[in-house]
C-alpha cells in the first residue's frame, strides 16, 4: 500500500485522538464516584429494609397495645359493675356476696397483670420508636450522601463527555483527510492490536511495541519509497517514518 508521507503522519494525529478517547472512556467508565455511589446505595438498601422493619415492630407493637389497654379497660369496667352491685346491697345471700368479693379480688389481679402486660408492650414500642427515629435519621443522611456523590459523579461525566465530544470532532476531521484504504487497514490493526494501529519509528525503535528493529528490518526500510506504507515485523503495526526515526 502507499500513501504519501503527509497522510501517513496525519494517521499519527488520528492515532493520538483515538488513544485519548480511548483514556477518557477509561475514565468515565471507572471514576471513583461509580464504586461510591454503588457503596452508598447498598448501604441506603439496607438502612432502609432496617427501617421498614423498625415501623413494622412499631405498628405491630401499637396495635398489641391498643389491645392490651382494651383488655384491661374491659376488666375494669366488669370489676366496677361487680363494686357497685356489692355497694348496692342488692346482693344479700352470703353465698352470693362471698361469690362477688371473690370474683372482684380475681378481677383486680388480672388487671394488675393486664396493665403489666400494658407497660411492658408500651416500653416495646417506645424503643422501635426509637429505632424508627434512628434510621429515618440515617437513610437521610445516606440519601444525602447519594445525591452528593451522584451530582460530583454526573459533573465530571459531563465533563468527559463534552472533551470526548471535541475530540470525536477534531478526530472525524483529521481521519476524514486521510485515505480511505489506509484508514481502513488502520481501523483494523487497532482493533487488533489494543487499540494502536499505527506507531511512529522513532531512533530505530517501533513506539507501538517498543521493540528496536534489525538492522535487516532497518534496511528494508530504508530502501523503501517514501510513500509506502511499512509495516512493524514485530506487531505488524504500520510504521510511520519521521525525521527522528534514525533511518
Known amino acids: 500500500m502507499n ?5 501517513q503522519i496525519r494517521l499519527l494525529d488520528v492515532q493520538a485522538l483515538d488513544v485519548r478517547l480511548t483514556q477518557l472512556a477509561h475514565k468515565r467508565k471507572n471514576l471513583p464516584e461509580h464504586a461510591e455511589i454503588t457503596g452508598l446505595e447498598a448501604d441506603l438498601k439496607q438502612q432502609r429494609d432496617l427501617l421498614i422493619a423498625a415501623q413494622t415492630e412499631d405498628s405491630d407493637t401499637a396495635r398489641e397495645q391498643t389491645k392490651a389497654e382494651q383488655d384491661v379497660d374491659q376488666v375494669r369496667q366488669r370489676a366496677a359493675r361487680d363494686q357497685k352491685r356489692l355497694d348496692s ?4 345471700s352470703p353465698k352470693d356476696l362471698e361469690n362477688l368479693q371473690r370474683e372482684i379480688v380475681s ?10 402486660v400494658v407497660l411492658e408492650v408500651m416500653e416495646r414500642r417506645e424503643s422501635a420508636q426509637e429505632r424508627v427515629t434512628e434510621l429515618t435519621e440515617r437513610v437521610s443522611s445516606v440519601e444525602a450522601k447519594v445525591a452528593d456523590a451522584t451530582t460530583r ?8 463527555d463534552a472533551e470526548a465530544g471535541t475530540v470525536g470532532k477534531e478526530r472525524e ?18 482493533q487488533q492490536q ?25 534496511n528494508e526500510i530504508r530502501a523503501a519509497a517514501p510513500d509506502t506504507v511499512v509495516r512493524c515485523e514485530n506487531c505488524s503495526r504500520i510504521l510511520v517514518r519521521t525525521p527522528e526515526s534514525g533511518i
Open 89 to 92: 346491697g342488692a346482693v344479700t
Open 153 to 160: 459523579r454526573d459533573t465530571v461525566v459531563s465533563e468527559i
Open 3 to 7: 500513501a504519501a508521507p503527509a497522510d
Open 194 to 218: 489494543g487499540g494502536v494501529g499505527a506507531a511512529r519509528l522513532f531512533q530505530k525503535r517501533c513506539e507501538g511495541c517498543r521493540q528496536e528493529l534489525a538492522i535487516t528490518e532497518l
Open 173 to 190: 476531521v483529521i481521519a476524514g483527510s486521510v485515505p480511505a484504504d489506509l484508514l481502513k487497514l488502520y481501523d483494523r490493526l487497532r
Open 107 to 116: 378481677l383486680a389481679r388480672r388487671q394488675s397483670d393486664l396493665e403489666d
